[in-house]
Nanobody, 126 residues
Framework: QVQLVESGGGLVQAGGSLRLSCAAS????????MGWVRQAPGKGREFVAA????????YYTDSVKGRFTISRDNAKNTMYLQMDSLNVEDAAVYYC???????????????????WGQGTQVTVSS
């Protein structure tokens, strides 16, 4: 069973940058669609970004387009989220997620993520 471990969260001033990492166990990471989902206090989980198994297709929610960049290194079983120009609305717990059947799907949907990390806190001060 795949396990996901996030790192890289922390406190940053508005306008600053953070880079989140998600390390995955298992030998079939390269076949998974991977994504980042965040949850702010009192709110539901929100899709942030996703990347298909090959790394060639990426998806972003509108509010982070142009500011966040998702990437993956299949040789290292690791996914990344570079977050630039952070604002207070980006503050949340960020979860790494995997769609372990993503290789066989043509769409990326929050409901298809079946494996989750424990989350890493991102705090943005104004």
């Amino acid at each position: 069973q795949v396990q996901l471990v996030e790192s890289g969260g922390g406190l940053v001033q508005a306008g600053g940058s953070l880079r989140l990492s998600c390390a995955a166990s298992g030998r079939t990471f390269s076949k998974y669609t991977m994504g980042w989902v965040r949850q702010a206090p009192g709110k539901g989980r929100e899709f942030v970004a996703a990347i298909k198994w090959s790394g060639g297709d990426t998806y972003y929610t509108d509010s982070v387009k142009g500011r966040f960049t998702i990437s993956r290194d299949n040789a290292k079983n690791t996914m990344y989220l570079q977050m630039d120009s952070l604002n207070v609305e980006d503050a949340a717990v960020y979860y790494c997620a995997a769609d372990t059947f993503g290789f066989f799907r043509t769409t990326v949907e929050l409901a298809n993520f079946d494996t989750w990390g424990q989350g890493t806190q991102v705090t943005v001060s104004s």
